[in-house]
């Protein structure tokens, strides 16, 4: 089972109310400014981003559906892109394929990691620890702490 302990707490704020944000590795380049977001429907890759990775365009797929804000804005996407994704820090990690949504957004961050994604990883977040657990593929618990 997944639990939290006061252990956890360490380096944590008593009084933070901060992002759960940490480094995850895309396509072999570590990419930090990631959003641990579990009010998010799907996974954001900002358009900057990607290209700083130098992924090949050609394995963008076409998205036709609008990606819909919390106000209802709809964002139009630049389509989406399958790659693996690192979480954890050696050797401690899991890495699952991501369907990233790429979106051109103004933003301080650089990913957002989405329910679809904690689902797969089967993580609990706890924003009051600034933790994020899930069973690695040998069934340890892995912890990635906000960075």
């Not at 979106?103 to 990691?113: D, H, K, L, P, Q």
């Amino acid at each position: 089972p997944i639990t939290f302990t006061d252990d956890d707490y360490a380096g944590v704020s008593p009084n933070q109310d901060d992002p759960m944000v940490i480094a995850v590795e895309v396509a072999n380049w570590e990419v930090h400014k990631t959003l641990i977001d579990q009010g998010s429907s799907a996974n954001v890759l900002y358009w900057p981003t990607f290209l700083r990775l130098d992924i090949p365009h050609s394995l963008i797929q076409p998205n036709t559906e609008p990606l819909v804000g919390f106000a209802g804005e709809r964002v139009h996407t630049r389509g989406y892109v399958d790659l693996l994704t690192t979480f954890g820090t050696s050797p401690d990690t899991r890495r699952i394929m991501v369907r990233y949504l790429l979106v051109e957004a103004n933003t301080s961050y650089n990913i957002i990691i989405g329910r679809p994604s904690l689902n797969q990883l089967g993580a609990v977040v706890s924003t009051s620890h600034l933790t994020m657990k899930f069973p690695g593929s040998d069934g340890k618990i892995i912890s990635v702490k906000e960075n």
